[in-house]
T-cell receptor, first 113, second 110 residues
Framework: SAVISQKPSRDICQRGTSLTIQCQVDSQVTMMFWYRQQPGQSLTLIATANQGSEATYESGFVIDKFPISRPNLTFSTLTVSNMSPEDSSIYLC??????????FGPGTRLTVL | DAKTTQPPSMDCAEGRAANLPCNHSTISGNEYVYWYRQIHSQGPQYIIHGLKNNETNEMASLIITEDRKSSTLILPHATLRDTAVYYC???????????FGTGTRLKVLA
C-alpha cells in the first residue's frame, strides 16, 4: 500500500475564490485520481491526473473549473476555481500502485460560504 | 459499464458475522469486484477484491456467486469499529477507474 497525504485537511473559503489542494504519495505511482464527495453522497470521479500530460476529465467536469497538475509520479494538485457554495464537498485523491487496487487519501473538507 | 446495487443500510450485533450483499448483474467476465469502507467521511479504506474465486484476508471474506452476478462481503466478528459505509465497486472495463455506488451503511450494535 501507499501512504497518501493531502493538504489542507479542511478549509472554509469565500465565494468566487479558488483553492488548490495538494496530494503527496510516499512512493512513485502510475495512476492518480481525484474524486468529489458531496454531503451525504457517494464518491464521484472528477479526473485522472496524468504525469506529463493534461488530465483526463469525466463527464460533467471541466478543466477551467478543476485544473489539475501532476509534475511527477508522487505529487498532484487539484484547484477548485471560482468557488460557489455548491462546491462544498470532500475532495479525495487516490493512487493506483498496480493494475488493481486504489488507495485513498484522507480527503480535504471544503466549505464555501 | 458495470454497476452495483447494495441495500442502503444494515444493522449487526457486535460479535456476530456481518453479511453485506451486492448485486452486479452486468459485470463482464474480466472485471474484478472490490470492497471498500468509509468511516466518518475519512478516505475509503480497501478491504478485499476478487474475480471468480472466494477470497479471504485478515479483514474479511468475499464470496462471489458462480455466475458472478452477485457477491457477499463477510465480516466474521463485527465490532463497533466496523460501523461504516461499505462500497461494492466494479472497475470500468479496460481502465483503472472505479464507479462508486451508493453503498451500505452498516451499524454495529452493542
Amino acid at each position: 500500500s501507499a501512504v497518501i497525504s493531502q493538504k489542507p485537511s479542511r478549509d472554509i473559503c469565500q465565494r468566487g475564490t479558488s483553492l488548490t489542494i495538494q496530494c503527496q504519495v510516499d512512493s512513485q505511482v502510475t495512476m492518480m485520481f481525484w474524486y468529489r464527495q458531496q454531503p451525504g453522497q457517494s464518491l464521484t470521479l472528477i479526473a485522472t491526473a496524468n504525469q506529463g500530460s493534461e488530465a483526463t476529465y469525466e463527464s460533467g467536469f471541466v478543466i477551467d473549473k478543476f485544473p489539475i497538475s501532476r509534475p511527477n509520479l508522487t505529487f498532484s494538485t487539484l484547484t477548485v476555481s471560482n468557488m460557489s457554495p455548491e462546491d462544498s464537498s470532500i475532495y479525495l485523491c487516490s493512487v493506483g500502485t498496480g493494475p488493481d487496487t486504489q488507495y485513498f487519501g484522507p480527503g480535504t473538507r471544503l466549505t464555501v460560504l | 459499464d458495470a454497476k452495483t446495487t447494495q441495500p442502503p443500510s444494515m444493522d449487526c450485533a457486535e460479535g456476530r458475522a456481518a453479511n453485506l450483499p451486492c448485486n452486479h448483474s452486468t459485470i463482464s467476465g474480466n472485471e474484478y469486484v472490490y470492497w471498500y469502507r468509509q468511516i466518518h467521511s475519512q478516505g475509503p479504506q480497501y478491504i478485499i477484491h476478487g474475480l471468480k474465486n472466494n477470497e479471504t484476508n485478515e479483514m474479511a471474506s468475499l464470496i462471489i456467486t458462480e455466475d458472478r452476478k452477485s457477491s457477499t462481503l463477510i465480516l466474521p466478528h463485527a465490532t463497533l469499529r466496523d460501523t461504516a459505509v461499505y462500497y461494492c465497486i466494479v472497475r470500468v472495463t479496460g481502465t483503472y477507474k472505479y464507479i462508486f455506488g451508493t453503498g451500505t451503511r452498516l451499524k454495529v450494535l452493542a
